[in-house]
């Protein structure tokens, strides 16, 4: 399961036209940022005359070096951090994208998934267009860029915005104006900070904290912002649509320091591991988590059920994004590397074992496996959410429905599968209540199969429907 | 003064769609063609169902490796090596420019320069159109591209070259078709050959020769070339241009084993040393080139003047693009490092030094100065090119006309300058004398300031009509 | 504060001689122990033949590929981490040391630190020997292959431990022969395990249990192994020391997960907190790690006080060893990328915050600052361990005296220094009794300035007397 | 056939202790001798307390950075190019080497072979020695080392050069004392220049020049160089011995600018093209080189013989060390991509075609084929060397016996083999004679399989007092 990617954007209008601050605080933004996205990253600064990019493959530490952020200068930039699965020519999907136009230069960072991008990438192709990248942002970019010529930049925004039809958090440079959008539904997440006396929009306020700034807000659903003379102005689309928060930032993806839509995450998380306890409650001598994602549930659980909190399997740290196994197959060394079991925790103990989900159940497997080795009397596996048994459209690389372990089997038939003495997902119901936010107000498709947004293939009006009345 | 591009096409018809033969073709082509462009390199081959690259920045054996091109299947091709002056983001210019349409795939690899590129981009500007890398070559794709909409390839073809001005020797895949295009003033060159039952188009022939294939012939000016199902047809733009082919890439570019317009190179430059020996001889005890570009013309200069052929000075082979230099000023010691002076071969001699062009004439001073240091008792430099008084605007970084310092100085003030004894410039009627093409079919732009194509901000409509008179 | 090294030796005399399984297994060992070195590594195997290695500078999955490791084939094997501060040349002091010498070749890879290394040097040294690396472990080899020409294996190993002062976990590499020695103090950990019908000897039982091996035991104080025909044969070096284990390997350095010593860390972090929270009570609200070291302690802390256990910090999972800062000088940014406060678990609080240790005093003075920033109404630190008032010489590079803070100040002054409203260090006596091992059997001289070795310059002799006595 | 290596020492008294020019000087010069060693490089320079170095794998501007080389202050270095062979470990027989020993530290860059190193070897080893690089340079450190501890350092140096047996250039630091040492055969090139009020010691006079400084004259045979306050020393090794100048460096190593013991390197390659045209004259229309190395001789044997010289075949400039072939094995592609013929000069006629030496004999059979192809009517082969019979065991990594064309086949089975219509070789006689020393102060192992040293294995006694008579 991957996130897409993270965006961040910066205004510092006291800075210096030559001063590099901004190149840096959108490292360290992104620095912040990481978890969001491992493959590249890039970023874009804007210096009142033209617009210079640094990008490449890898990590935030090993695609900037000193010496190129402090050349970077201006005082307004946008940056971008990707996960991507494509091979040799991925440098050219590499965001912000910018591309040059009549009026100027436009770069886009972008975080999210359109669920309309063939057909509107199929209508610009039609009118003679090309497409040098395979991603969304360039479809966003075209159709930008055509309004531009004919419309104020506000306009032209708006009427992108009308034609996009999924999840998009987008941080924008025309020339050297930065501006923020935030889809409709709000889908996923972006907020607003200042720092040093100017502004800072990422996709999780963790990067505000890191630059000591402090968090205003979360951008609204579709709301435009544009940050000139050190001031930020907020339009807003005139839609009637209600938001539909993602819920998996809460369940995986965001830092649990961050807050999200006004909810802190670490709190969301100690509160499933809470609602959870009181769902699917188990005699056990003891409360683990999976490292690192299920540990603030395992917490909750732990003080809810007044069932003590003992790690059980610790992580390997220095653990890469890749590392050599003897054969070609995926081996249980492969999770052996990753975590190990502490056996005094686990020997002859009832054992509680909370991961925040199960996408394919195969790690689970041999999780449970591995503390059955370590000499578990009983494993009881408890799920920080409910069975996905959908994919997901809007910006998270899960899986198909066919690999999707709960799509194709019963809670049953997962609990043999991964050989656990009893298996507990926590209700839909409960995560709306640990999350805090109105059930109407949440994407829960990859939950429910029934999305936010039209979506082809899939039951899409009629859920659309039912989604506006009622999940 | 750098050349901008060599480019490769390759169809081989024959060759089982899982044959990785026509990427190791192409590889091969683009190893020969290296001193064309060091900067970056790539390669597309299309398999009948998509088109998959290979792109990097360096030299062509420091980007391919021999698995990715052993995966790079199918039996059309082309390919790329560039040089190129700008920064970090440079990969993105980096060819063949890989575009999607409506209708499939455009590549292209490009040599040449557009003169009205600016004014091609903002109308297509003006249409809305977006740019993402800043290459002609992608003008040149929006052109196509909104052609072959419409049109059938040949005639969206046609169409372009009739809005393109300036130089372009194009290899092309529109999807899995492979097309070949010189400009119809065939400025820059482009030849065919027959290699393993298939058909290689390449800039130059010594391409065809690293093959062991069979050179057929150069394009025409203004052909259009179409391979398929292993035979080429030739089609034809109507125009009644003349040629004007490049003469720099006889006097230095091009390498002296290729046959250029039919004419071997290694011949034409021996023939300037003739020519020169007789439009300036010189009394003296010894030929010397400026290696390596000034061996051969000194030979001729030697034979036809009876003078001794002997090396003054030595290239270090294992010079490479980059040193370092003790402070950030260019010194002496670049030129040391270069080249050296054998002293037997010069103390107490006169000496006529061989050089094939002087541009700045600052690295001219610095030999002629280690050239008198050795002992040299007298220096007559000869050059065996004309002044070059006017920039290209045609394919070649030469400099602006205020470095170029023959544009700026009477021969008498250049002798001076770079303090030779005495100094002899080949005449224009002796360099198309040596080239043995029609001076009407030549272009003398940088040697003459008039141009065979109108350039803004040049006396251009002028000049272009003499061009047509009489140079 | 930095670990030396780690090291691992395997033995599987099933292997064929062409299989690479030792080196694989080296290989995930390595990966297991990468905590204890970051900055190079390295592996020799031995076919029975000969002796090859692969080493480098970087992560375990940095300096292996897949191809060398399976061209590594070999019954035997030893690897190595390594921390290291030196610049260039490092990789000549990258281990397994590899040397010939009459015999054959001995291989060594050394977990520790002598503290004669400089007077056995100077022996050396004055019998004409060289030294190419600035490590104890060419001392070793000299000293080993002095011994080897004359005497057995074993007793030329014993005879070298006779020479040898300070904390030595070896394995070895004689030809084929596998060996493992602990220094008599057993001042740095060393066990070994069963894996796949053959041995394993590591630096931590977490290796074995990477790669699903069972611990046997750990090495005896004193004790020599050999592994040959897949028997392990054990020999004593005959001393009346008693054992002197490194307290700083529970406290701080080894996985939480490994059994060190026959205690399990885990256990013995847990208790530090439990005996922590009996010896400096507080009132407050809520318990606090500062990640990741001080987790388990606050946890232990957290159950023994009552006090709710919350994650009031967040550390960045992707921050690596290097990140670029503004300027040269440290600042608090440096500790925001590297964690982050959870305002909702802080703001209004009364803290009790844990950490494992306090070396300088700058991290924890910045990280109270944070704390309090983000709304603490009391911060109340207290460390997992004793003042550490005196440097190690035995293999863990701390900091000079002056700049350890608690050498330098009391702990009234210490506690405003950072910003506490009140600090708390652990006991010596609260020490042992969580580690659970006799006090006479650990070395605890950072904490009380008297070591069980003599070391010149510290009050040494009667030191090691006292200790002997009592400490 | 490989060069092994090339040396370099700076002593530059006037030099403020934190100058950076010595390192810059070894910089220049060593990438003057680039062609002597390829695969890796170091230098060392002593800056009064201690000795630092910069070594690496690869080209010298690949190993070496500016900001390195502006902190390695110090006015005494020296400097290495190296050619190996081996495979991961490399890095450690990268030279200098520098070992610490009693009185302080000696750094060591050796060109050449000693022909008693194991013998040296295996005595050091049974005095208990160790051994970490498999390199002679490390046996003269140790004999160094051990003179050193008794005796004066000229002493000491004296002792060892009456242990060492075969060829050895050695430039050496001990400590910040720069010495110069050739073998009393003076078997490999060194000697002395001027270079900005101090002294350079180099392989070949051309790292001189690069530095703009003045040849003084080449090192004596057995001479001992100490650079001291701006002074220069001069010892002898008393020896009756009589020199033995390597050919091969007149003939293929060095470069043609450098003044090998007197002589210009390339005047005797002219001269060389004479003799060969006098002793092995052909009816042909034109005289050709195998670039690079047999084009001054082609120039001479024109002149001589009254034959046109022409280019037939171009070397491409860019070839690097490592190209990607099809399939495994070698084929015509490899020497395609290396050079190229210019059919105009070599179809229908009858060519002459001069190269410095044949070794196996597969290149030259693929260059004549090559040559064929483009439509020679007569391929008349000459070569620039005596055949080559036997093995070099004094610093030049040729080829075993076995694979020597000329030890295995008449001079008429090698004409067929390669294919010429017919063959010439230079005499024994001839080669003496271009060279200009007398036979007796030459190495003409190689070519008569007798050597001016004994060698285990060859009939070497005998031979060597042959030598001492006459060869």
Redo the contacts between chains.
Sequence with gaps: MEEECGVVGVALPGAEPQS??PA?QI??AL??L??RG?ESTGLTVHNGYSAH???GMG???EV???E??KNLTGNVGIGHVRYSTSG??D??NCQP??????GGT?AIAHNGNLVNAKELR?EL??E???????SDT?VI??LL??QL?KHSILDSIRSVMHRLVGSYSLTILIDNQLIAVRDPLAIKPLCIGEVEGGYLVASES?AI????GRLLRDVYPGEILFFRDGEMESYQLDTDKRAAHCVFEYIYFA???SIIDGK?V??VREKIGRVLAAEHPANSDTVSPVP?SG??SA?GYS?EAGI????GL?K?????R???L?GQEMR??AV??KM??????IDGKRLILIDDSIVRGTTSKRIVSMIRNAGAREVHARVGSPPIIAPCYLGIDMATREQLVASQNTIEGIKEMIGADSLGYLSIDGLVDAIGIDKNELCLGCLTGRYPVEICGEECCAQLQSRLSDY
Tied chains: 1, 2, 3, 4.
């Design positions: 590099s601050s840096f490292y360290y620095y912040a990481q978890h491992q990019s640094i990008k990590l935030v530490p900037y070096v000193r190129d952020l040799d020519s440098i050219e994208l910018v591309v040059n136009f009549k436009v199929d192709e039609s003679g267009r090309i497409f040098i990248t395979n360039e970019a075209h860029v055509k010529l963790v904290d890191t630059l000591n830092r649990p320091d802190l670490y709190n690192d540990i603030t917490i003080k003590e909190y003992r790690e610790m390997n740290r220095y653990i890469g890749t590392f050599i003897p249980d060394i052996r590397l190990n079991a502490i056996s005094d925790n």
